[in-house]
């Protein structure tokens, strides 16, 4: 068979490989606020066990880039998605490390009572979903426009967890019996900040590897 077709083939089922990888954290990130959501225990720990497999994921992709590039010698637009590769899973791993952080945080609010700031929290969550998949497929498309598009929905993320710091300290002074649980909720809303950048950083990697420009979003 023509080598440039078996390299296709083989970037092919590493695209496919990513975008299991990226379904997987949005589905853990759902999950992981529905048990936060419903002081839902048990799921909040299937979650939490999820991060292994999500790891697992990412070496393998990382490991069928690696071989790719050391056996075909891409060149131009074919190494600049291996190196991209690199970027957007790391990425979705780390995505991934907050997910479980949300999930630890539905552990230790388990039982205790909610107040206002989780609803700020749900529409982190919606949009970091929103991202996850809008990035994902900007990559898949190969999509710059696509990408900056979806590198601006952090703006909603930041400006929720700006609002939701405020309500927090606001709080914490008014109602002192609930620093632990403020406190707990504001790491999370930075946790999930994070996320947003993370999400940021693989669409700034779409625009180097298809304009070959570095491009701060």
């Not at 225990?41 to 299937?46: H, P, S, T």
């Not at 990412?58 to 131009?76: C, F, N, R, S």
Request: aromatic share 4%; charged share 30%.
């Amino acid at each position: 068979m023509n080598t440039r077709i078996l390299f296709l083939e083989e970037l092919n089922r590493i695209r496919h490989d990513i975008l299991a990888m990226s379904s997987r954290v949005e589905e853990d990130l759902g999950n992981a606020w529905e048990a936060l959501r419903n002081n839902d225990r048990e799921l909040a720990k299937e979650v939490k066990a999820g991060d292994a497999v999500v790891n697992a994921m990412q070496l393998k992709i990382e490991d069928q880039a690696a071989i790719l590039i050391a056996t075909q010698q891409p060149v131009a637009r074919d190494l600049r998605e291996l190196v991209t590769i690199f970027k957007v899973t790391g990425n979705l791993e780390r995505a991934g490390d907050h997910t479980v952080h949300l999930a630890k945080a539905a552990l230790k609010l388990s039982g205790e009572p909610s107040f206002r700031a989780l609803e700020h929290l749900e529409k982190m969550v919606q949009t970091g979903r929103e991202m996850i998949r809008a990035s994902i497929s900007a990559y898949l498309n190969q999509d710059i426009d696509a990408a900056r598009q979806t590198a601006a929905l952090d703006n909603r993320i930041d400006e929720e967890h700006h609002i939701l710091t405020k309500e927090i300290l606001e709080l914490m002074k008014e109602r002192p019996e609930l620093i632990n649980q403020a406190v707990r909720i504001l790491n999370t809303s930075g946790f999930l900040e994070r996320l947003g950048d993370h999400m940021t950083n693989i669409c700034e990697g779409i625009i180097y590897m298809v304009e070959n420009k570095h491009e701060e979003l």
